[in-house]
């Protein structure tokens, strides 16, 4: 079957209408238009001219770029595979047997060709030109058929809405073979822009160099990439000739994109937030970049000649998008046969679940296919991820009828984290399971790989006498630290992580086509062996590295972050104060770490999912300081009504007595429900967003005025503390020396004096500095876990050593202390499970409930 003229080559494809303008720029040299042109002739020369199945084998390099051009233009129907990834090559050879192989050459424009056979033994459709591996899913024998016409609409779409004109240079950060780093080099090329050839990462500094030598004007990035770039101080590099960032491959968390919007308006170039798939050729949707800061959680619009739709579906709020444009697929192949299929496809379901703001922008809310049914009960599984987001834990949702399974990145308790959300989500315990591993599963693309985070619990589903899930993911969690954290090859680690079957001493993790997808795996096994890693580390050969090894031992100490070292030990001396055990007043410290966590934790998202999570952190001050309070008032006569209700520090007496005992708490509360309040006004948080740390300034300068006694806050008693919760905001936002030297400056100018002490004055500014210059702390290994326990039970133990420390004291001081302590862990305990064992029971009953009305239905059905 020969090529047929009408249908082969795509608008990109012509080449030579661009005459002498650069095409194509490599660390190298520089290729234009017509030299472009030349060498695609040639090698569609070589190809024939009978229409064939031809494979290329694709890295980012000029001889795949060739090859593709070349086979498109002479109207076969190409195979995109990897050619760093010799088993999904291999597996894609094997299903669909092309009749020609195109592999990567010299490097000269002129790829190697592997003639399999003469002519075809395929039935091509005359409209099939590409096909491509779904979702990043690299060596899936599911590919998408697209046609000239879906990769010519959407260049020029693409084309249109990021204004891509012939002064434009794009560098390739994305493979070839994924359908984003294909429709870069397609839209460039419709244009007669030009490409940045290169391989190289965006953590290596030969990437930048080779950017601002060759002035490119845009790159792409998956999210992945922004926390790279987040390494490598992307946000303050001078970059004159950057016109625009992309963004596609995932959801962009939305503090994200407005932080990265932000930070374009600052340096002169364009954020644009995109929404596609392989099945629409590659876009559907972009988001305006001068709306992603204001409308970050959104998709934006369809591109130039597309439309969205929403279809209701039963049972949920909102419903599925569906696509239509002229780059939606042909449809799936499976099987070589499906290659002779025509168009099956005229819309796309995208399965996504999405509404429609009034402004005409689109914003997706969750994925259809990411329900199930766990014990009769619908779950979310992205809810599920917001729940973990919202805990600052990063996670992985997914489920089966057998339950519920969670992968999580860092060392985490799996037991608490399983009840907790067994409560939240209303399964039984049993159900689910919490992994936590060093680094989430992901595909190719960077994409988080679901079914491997199904996998991480089929023994817990499915062994027989298995324990039940919650106990054997921590039990399997613990497993996986302990073997990672034993003795292991640096080179094993470099040939299993990039896929090399040979690694020399004096190979580097930029040698070996280290690339972003692997940087962040290979640091954190590299971090179990030799502790804290340089910052050029991916520059090291591996002789060095292993140099730097530090010997296999037991641990002795380990490191905390410093907040919760300084949370826990100004807990334990609260109460040894009040015991009279030794003194050291640090109340006030805890003011400073309660607005360092608040900055940190608190500010993220939009406007009103933000505040409907700062009043539920409320509320877990609230409820178990009023229950606790409430059962003093009942058991004792030191106490108002006023302390259960948290009203003292307002109609209190202003003398001291013990019902001012709780006033830490009610002033922490009446200062989060203020800042709720001031964080909803839409111009107060866009000032926020824009200037984290001059805002947080602002605060301090104001409330310094109470510090001063310049203005008076109203409250009969306690010492103005706001300032001090507004000091720890803006250590939060604190980047650079600058920033640390500002606040310690502050600390050391506005502390001395407060207290009446110097002893408390020191402590207090002691422990401020720490949290500002010292990011971790060491302790004894064997006290982490409580060093964790007393610090998470802070608040309970404030509450409960009232109570507790007067029984105790007449016997021991220090038992006085130890059994505050115990005490305060354990209402903290019993907090935690109660709303798990609420849900749980209710989910019971729910489940129970619907059998019986299932059982009662069949006879009726009979």
């Known amino acids: 079957m020969t090529a047929q003229p009408y249908l082969a080559g795509a608008a990109f494809t012509d080449l030579a209408r661009h005459g002498d303008r650069p095409a194509v720029f490599t660390a190298d040299g520089v290729l234009s238009y017509r030299e472009l042109a030349l060498r695609v002739d040639d090698v569609a020369t070589r190809l024939g001219t009978e229409r064939r199945l031809v494979a290329l084998a694709a890295r980012n390099d000029l001889d795949s770029l060739v090859g593709y051009l070349a086979a498109l233009s002479a109207g076969h129907a190409l195979l995109l595979a990897p050619a760093d990834k010799p088993e999904a090559l291999a597996s894609l050879m094997g299903a669909y047997d092309p009749d020609v192989l195109l592999l990567p050459g010299d490097g000269d424009g002129r790829p190697a060709l592997e003639e399999r056979r003469f002519g075809s033994r395929h039935e091509l459709h005359p409209e099939l030109a590409l096909l491509l591996s779904t979702s990043g899913s690299t060596g899936s024998p599911k590919l998408v058929r697209l046609s000239h016409a879906n990769l010519s609409a959407n260049a020029e779409a693409i084309a249109e809405y990021l204004r891509i004109g012939p002064d434009d240079r794009a560098v390739t950060t994305l493979p070839l073979h994924y359908c984003y780093g294909l429709s870069v080099v397609n839209s460039h090329l419709v244009r007669g822009a030009g490409l940045v050839l290169t391989d190289l990462s965006?953590?290596?500094?030969?990437?930048?160099?080779?950017?601002?030598?060759?002035?490119?004007?845009?790159?792409?990035?998956?999210?992945?990439?922004?926390?790279?770039?987040?390494?490598?101080?992307?946000?303050?590099?001078?970059?004159?000739?950057?016109?625009?960032?992309?963004?596609?491959?995932?959801?962009?968390?939305?503090?994200?994109?407005?932080?990265?919007?932000?930070?374009?308006?600052?340096?002169?170039?364009?954020?644009?937030?995109?929404?596609?798939?392989?099945?629409?050729?590659?876009?559907?949707?972009?988001?305006?970049?001068?709306?992603?800061?204001?409308?970050?959680?959104?998709?934006?619009?369809?591109?130039?000649?597309?439309?969205?739709?929403?279809?209701?579906?039963?049972?949920?709020?909102?419903?599925?998008?569906?696509?239509?444009?002229?780059?939606?697929?042909?449809?799936?192949?499976?099987?070589?046969?499906?290659?002779?299929?025509?168009?099956?496809?005229?819309?796309?379901?995208?399965?996504?679940?999405?509404?429609?703001?009034?402004?005409?922008?689109?914003?997706?809310?969750?994925?259809?296919?990411?329900?199930?049914?766990?014990?009769?009960?619908?779950?979310?599984?992205?809810?599920?991820?917001?729940?973990?987001?919202?805990?600052?834990?990063?996670?992985?949702?997914?489920?089966?009828?057998?339950?519920?399974?969670?992968?999580?990145?860092?060392?985490?308790?799996?037991?608490?984290?399983?009840?907790?959300?067994?409560?939240?989500?209303?399964?039984?315990?049993?159900?689910?399971?919490?992994?936590?591993?060093?680094?989430?599963?992901?595909?190719?693309?960077?994409?988080?790989?679901?079914?491997?985070?199904?996998?991480?619990?089929?023994?817990?589903?499915?062994?027989?006498?298995?324990?039940?899930?919650?106990?054997?993911?921590?039990?399997?969690?613990?497993?996986?630290?302990?073997?990672?954290?034993?003795?292991?090859?640096?080179?094993?680690?470099?040939?299993?992580?990039?896929?090399?079957?040979?690694?020399?001493?004096?190979?580097?993790?930029?040698?070996?086509?280290?690339?972003?997808?692997?940087?962040?795996?290979?640091?954190?096994?590299?971090?179990r062996v030799l502790g804290q890693l340089p910052p050029d580390w991916h520059l090291i050969p591996v002789q060095e590295l292993e140099r730097r090894r530090k010997p296999a031992r037991r641990r002795l100490v380990s490191f905390l972050e410093t907040s919760i070292v300084v949370r826990a030990a100004a807990t334990v001396c609260i109460v040894a104060t009040h015991v009279e055990l030794f003194m050291f007043q640090t109340a006030h410290l805890l003011f400073v770490v309660a607005g360092y966590n608040f900055a940190r934790f608190q500010l993220a998202d939009e406007r009103v999912p933000r505040l409907r999570r700062q009043l539920r952190g409320v509320a877990r001050i609230v409820l178990p300081s009023m229950a606790f309070i409430a059962l003093a008032y009942l058991l004792t006569d030191r106490y108002t009504i006023a302390n259960i209700f948290l009203l003292n520090a307002i109609v209190g007496p202003e003398e001291v007595t013990t019902q001012w005992h709780f006033w830490f708490v009610e002033l922490l509360v009446y200062i989060l429900l203020a800042l709720a309040a001031l964080m909803a006004v839409p111009r107060v948080d866009r000032w926020e967003r824009r200037a984290p740390f001059a805002f947080a300034l602002g605060l301090v300068a104001i409330a310094l005025l109470s510090r001063y006694d310049i203005v008076d806050p109203g409250l009969p008693k306690p010492p103005p503390v706001f300032w001090l919760f507004a000091l720890g905001w803006a250590l939060a936002r604190a980047r650079t020396n600058v920033h640390r030297l500002t606040v310690s400056a502050i600390t050391l100018l506005t502390l001395p004096g407060f207290f009446g002490s110097t002893v408390r004055d020191v402590t207090v500014a002691a422990g401020i500095l720490l949290l500002v210059w010292v990011p971790a702390l060491p302790v004894p290994a064997i006290l982490r876990r409580v060093t964790g326990w007393l610090a998470a039970a802070s608040l309970y133990i404030y509450l409960t050593h009232w109570l507790v420390y007067p029984v105790l004291l007449p016997l021991n001081p220090v038992l006085a202390v130890v059994g505050s302590l115990v005490v305060g862990v354990g209402y903290w305990a019993l907090c935690l499970w109660l709303p798990a064992a609420v849900a749980g029971f209710r989910a019971r009953r729910r489940n129970a409930r619907i059998t019986a009305e299932t059982v009662m239905e069949q006879p009726r059905r009979r």
Request: contains cysteine.
């Open 202 to 527: 965006v953590v290596d500094p030969c990437f930048w160099d080779l950017f601002r030598e060759r002035r490119a004007t845009s790159f792409a990035a998956v999210p992945y990439t922004f926390d790279l770039l987040e390494r490598v101080g992307f946000a303050e590099a001078d970059l004159p000739h950057l016109r625009y960032v992309t963004q596609a491959g995932g959801r962009l968390a939305p503090e994200k994109v407005r932080s990265w919007a932000e930070a374009g308006q600052r340096r002169g170039w364009d954020l644009f937030v995109m929404y596609g798939a392989t099945e629409a050729t590659a876009r559907m949707a972009y988001l305006p970049p001068d709306l992603a800061a204001e409308y970050a959680e959104t998709i934006g619009v369809p591109v130039p000649g597309g439309t969205f739709r929403i279809e209701p579906v039963d049972g949920l709020a909102d419903g599925e998008l569906v696509y239509s444009g002229p780059n939606v697929m042909l449809g799936y192949a499976e099987h070589p046969a499906d290659l002779a299929l025509g168009r099956e496809v005229h819309e796309l379901r995208t399965g996504d679940l999405a509404r429609l703001h009034p402004n005409g922008l689109y914003e997706v809310v969750g994925r259809r296919s990411r329900f199930v049914k766990i014990v009769g009960l619908r779950v979310d599984l992205g809810q599920v991820e917001r729940i973990f987001a919202d805990m600052g834990i990063t996670a992985a949702a997914a489920g089966s009828d057998d339950g519920l399974v969670v992968a999580v990145e860092g060392d985490h308790d799996a037991g608490t984290l399983a009840k907790i959300l067994a409560g939240s989500v209303g399964l039984p315990r049993a159900a689910v399971v919490i992994h936590p591993v060093e680094a989430l599963p992901r595909l190719a693309t960077g994409k988080v790989d679901y079914p491997a985070v199904l996998g991480l619990a089929a023994a817990d589903f499915t062994a027989p006498g298995a324990a039940a899930p919650g106990v054997a993911a921590a039990g399997s969690g613990e497993a996986t630290a302990a073997k990672a954290e034993g003795p292991e090859d640096i080179q094993r680690i470099f040939a299993e992580a990039l896929e090399c079957s040979h690694v020399r001493d004096d190979d580097t993790f930029v040698s070996l086509d280290g690339d972003s997808l692997s940087y962040v795996a290979v640091s954190v096994r590299l971090e």
